[in-house]
């Protein structure tokens, strides 16, 4: 942050307020505050994490092309004109007396480009209807030894997300003892026991409590991740620590909520799938012995390793370790309810337009290999990404907010789609809060655009995937699924262009033509750019209201319009169409 001399005095009349503050010893700058008000008719050129609405002012005044200022979030945009954008309660804009030209006046909107035309296919898979998940992740990193999951806004951001699995997992939880039950946490300060970034820390009964009401008022099921590497005296798996918190568990009523349980975190590097396969058949056995009832005992996922990054030409070592442990677990007759992987693809961050095709097509690449590896050695177990997000590993913090724009919206949706189409039964998103590409702001809690544009995928997003022929993915990406819950056809379709609205025509479907095509319309947009906070839905944007809660998200209903679909630059619209009534397969 900037060293600066400040004095402020600030006179709030209707809303907007005038301040001084002293740039340097040699000159001075008013500015007007707008409360509440995005200004600026285009992306900010610069910005830069601050803590006042004031050092906001002062460096706009440095910068001789700033004419107005956005402060949001803590983070002050710089904007070149003056121009009214939105609203946004918690905003504060600004402009610079003495600085401020005319407002120029709009520039004519660009010729729209035919991009491209869709028809559909037949459904060719169906997801778990569970599919959209996220996780909470144990490592310290994430805040987990600091933050309070019973937190209010917490519980109600979570429930509302409609959420499919909770995954507890993560590096963390490897090195994650339980001081539960008659279990005590033993060298948990002795660093030589850490495994690269896992050092050994300590799970207390109040903390457990607090993640288990958490778990149980967001409505999902819980996908709980135990540590891995306790070990007995031939070097398998010991189970003491788990059975101690089972039993602590269900002692408190809590045994239900367990819908099933991972063991291991990206331990690959370190286990072979062989020796992986026959701890979880002690954990098999365990949760025989805890919860005799079949029907209802807790179901096994894994073995989590780590990880892919791009797609290989074959049957690379992780995709090997994936196909061996399936092996070795049907070899000690272990079921496993679903096989898990990592995955990083590597989004820039900052990004100031949508990530490009080639980047997005490295996510169905990795699916297309492993789910015809999994398949081709015969196993129909479902395919679940365990843990995916727009980067990997540590970040500087949430303040940073490097993913927490809407340019990560589109790695989310079109991420979502490609593993569906591709076969993966689940998708985990890496983290619902912690760190800075979280589906939450991590300190304020704030929701950022991709929890927005996940509530809209849960809302109209069925299980059904429908094959979609289209003759271009570079600029316009095209998915479909079985709507949610009711007859129709849902198209997810996204604009890669930053600054070209586009067309979508499309054919052959029954209910939508030339004459009519009547819809509901979910679009999504970045008012205040694409590398900011904020997200649009129908040009609303949105937000929380003053009492935290969420706004309604709600379809544009249109009942006149024709079958060629309209993009703005850099947008996605999710398109109901009802009128094709119920599709074959769906």
Not at 112 to 133: E, M, Y
Not at 240 to 245: K, V
Not at 501 to 529: A, D, F, I, K, W
Request: hydrophobic letters at 35%; aromatic letters at 10%; one cysteine or more.
């Amino acid at each position: 942050k900037m060293a600066l001399q400040t004095s402020v005095v600030m006179v709030v009349v209707l809303g907007v307020g005038v301040f001084s503050a002293s740039l340097d010893s040699n000159s001075n700058n008013t500015c007007t505050l707008y409360p509440g008000k995005l200004l600026g008719s285009h992306r900010a050129f610069e910005h830069k994490s601050l803590s006042s609405a004031a050092e906001c002012c002062a460096y706009c005044g440095t910068v001789a092309k700033c004419i107005a200022f956005n402060f949001d979030n803590g983070v002050c945009y710089l904007q070149s004109d003056s121009t009214f954008q939105a609203n946004k309660s918690v905003a504060i804009s600004g402009t610079v007396n003495g600085r401020s030209p005319p407002t120029p006046p709009s520039p004519p909107s660009p010729p729209i480009i035919n991009a491209t035309s869709l028809k559909l296919g037949s459904v060719i898979h169906h997801t778990d209807p569970l599919f959209k998940s996220w996780t909470i992740d144990a490592s310290i990193n994430r805040g987990w030894e600091t933050r309070n999951l019973t937190d209010p806004r917490l519980l109600y951001l979570a429930a509302n997300s409609k959420p499919g699995y909770l995954r507890f997992g993560g590096a963390g939880n490897d090195g994650l003892q339980y001081n539960v039950g008659g279990s005590h946490c033993t060298n948990t300060t002795n660093q030589s026991l850490r495994q690269g970034d896992r050092p050994p820390h300590c799970l207390n009964e109040s903390h457990f409590d607090r993640f288990m009401t958490f778990a149980a008022a967001s409505g999902a099921k819980l996908v709980f991740g135990l540590n891995i590497e306790p070990r007995d005296a031939n070097g398998t798996w010991d189970p003491t620590q788990a059975r101690d918190l089972l039993k602590y568990a269900q002692g408190k009523g809590w045994g239900d909520l367990f819908f099933g349980f991972e063991l291991g975190n990206e331990e690959n590097y370190g286990y072979s799938a062989r020796l992986e396969a026959s701890d979880f058949a002690i954990l098999q056995e365990l949760l025989i012995e805890l919860f005799p009832n079949a029907t209802t005992r807790p179901k096994l996922m894994g073995p989590d390793p780590h990880g892919y990054h791009k797609p290989s030409q074959g049957m690379d070592s992780t995709t090997k370790f994936l196909v061996d442990f399936l092996n070795d677990t049907t070899a000690l007759g272990v079921t496993m309810f679903g096989v898990t992987h990592h995955e990083y693809v590597e989004i820039d961050e900052h990004l100031t337009t949508p990530p490009t095709a080639d980047v997005l097509d490295i996510v169905g690449g990795i699916a297309a290999t492993v789910n015809k590896s999994i398949r081709e050695a015969g196993f129909m177990t479902g395919i679940w990404v365990g843990e995916t997000g727009p980067h990997n590993g540590g970040s500087p913090g949430p303040s940073e907010n490097r993913w927490s724009n809407f340019a990560d919206s589109f790695w989310y949706m079109d991420a979502m789609a490609s593993k569906a189409a591709n076969g993966y039964a689940v998708f985990c998103r890496q983290d619902f809060v912690g760190i800075d590409y979280a589906l939450l702001n991590s300190t304020t809690y704030v929701p950022l655009p991709d929890y927005f544009a996940g509530i809209v995928w849960g809302t109209v997003m069925g299980t059904g995937v429908i094959d979609v022929i289209s003759d271009t993915k570079d600029t316009v990406r095209t998915w479909a699924h079985c709507t949610k819950d009711a007859p129709g056809v849902t198209l997810l379709l996204m604009n890669l262009m930053g600054n070209q609205s586009v067309s979508v025509t499309v054919e052959s479907v029954s209910g939508c033509s030339s004459t009519s095509c009547p819809r509901s319309q979910y679009l999504l947009t970045g008012p205040n750019g694409l590398d900011a906070p904020d997200v649009a839905l129908n040009s609303e944007l949105l937000k929380l209201d003053t009492s935290g809660n969420l706004p309604p998200i709600n379809a544009e209903n249109i009942t006149q319009g024709t079958n060629v679909l309209v993009l703005p630059p850099a947008s996605i619209m999710f398109a109901v169409l009802s009128d094709v009534g119920q599709y074959p397969g769906c």
